[in-house]
């Protein structure tokens, strides 16, 4: 397998920072996203180059690894620890050959043998299994769309994914999806795919934490005589009774209906709502004189 320069592959600089990293590989993952690119191959293969170096170089051990050993940054540990151990070696039994011509007698790490041949020698045949690559995907959804749980299928590298999206997933949160990554080597696991939930909020409340924030607005005489008015919760319509003297400002809270808590089924925050008392404008003639009238039994 050639040599892929990760680096090259996100459009950033060796001294990139891990924002940088993080900024392009989301810009070029939706350029090459498969739903945006169906059928073209090239795409795709573009999409799965920028998974795999978003994969290795946004995390500091892996990033770290990868500018040691290059295109080996997987095994760099164990290649380190198979050369200490072959040096230990050869300086116990006297031994002088080098890599390629080592035998007998040395318990060496299979990964060693795979590498330099001395398993093919003493005829053990054995190779390490490695886990597969870590995949990382971005989900964009939109903020009603994670109110309910629901199932939902993900176009990965060409492969469908079926999951169901939980309740009250939040914005940013990374979710692991088990064995759906890349292929093992020599028999080993899959790796693991990693989601990051992108939510846009279209909606005219404002979310923190699990409460929700809205505003009403009523008029100048429900806020005096008080009254009863509709406003909107995030799964519907409801009543409020609104007090006589009502001030500008007046928030009110509704339990449990607020937005769900993710993983606890049945919780939910609060909606508080925040009364905004509007003034009426272009009064009659005859509304000015009452309202003159009125005035006149105020001293405040």
């Not at 392009?24 to 690119?37: G, M, T, V």
């Not at 923190?208 to 009403?216: A, E, F, G, Q, R």
């Amino acid at each position: 397998m050639a040599f892929i320069d990760y680096y090259k592959v996100l459009e950033v600089d060796k001294s990139a920072s891990e924002a940088d990293i993080k900024k392009a590989y989301r810009k070029l993952a939706r350029k090459y996203h498969p739903d945006l690119n169906p059928n073209d191959k090239e795409a795709e293969r573009k999409f799965k180059e920028l998974n795999e170096a978003n994969e290795v170089l946004s995390n500091v051990e892996n990033r770290k690894k990868y500018d040691q050993y290059g295109e080996n940054w997987q095994q760099g540990e164990e290649y380190e620890k198979a050369r200490q151990q072959q040096q230990q070696q050869y300086q116990r039994g006297g031994q002088q050959e080098g890599f390629g011509g080592f035998s007998g007698g040395g318990d060496y790490s299979d990964f060693f043998e795979s590498m330099f041949g001395g398993g093919a020698q003493r005829g053990r045949g054995r190779s390490t299994a490695f886990k597969g690559q870590d995949l990382n995907a971005e989900l964009h959804l939109d903020l009603k769309d994670v109110y309910t749980a629901h199932k939902r299928t993900l176009t990965i590298n060409g492969k469908n994914i079926r999951l169901t999206i939980p309740a009250g997933v939040e914005n940013g949160q990374i979710i692991k999806i088990k064995g759906q990554g890349g292929e093992g080597a020599n028999g080993g696991p899959k790796g693991d795919l990693y989601l990051t939930f992108s939510i846009a909020n279209h909606t005219n409340f404002k979310l923190d934490k699990h409460n929700l924030y809205s505003t009403v607005d009523i008029d100048l005489y429900t806020a005096i005589l008080g009254g009863e008015i509709t406003a909107n919760t995030f799964d519907g319509k409801v009543k409020l009774i609104v007090k006589a003297g009502t001030q500008n400002d007046t928030k009110v809270k509704l339990k449990g209906k607020g937005f769900p808590v993710y993983k606890k089924e049945g919780e939910f925050g609060d909606l508080y709502i925040l009364y905004q008392i509007g003034i009426p404008t272009n009064l009659t003639e005859k509304e000015k004189e009452l309202f003159a009238e009125l005035s006149k039994f105020r001293t405040i």
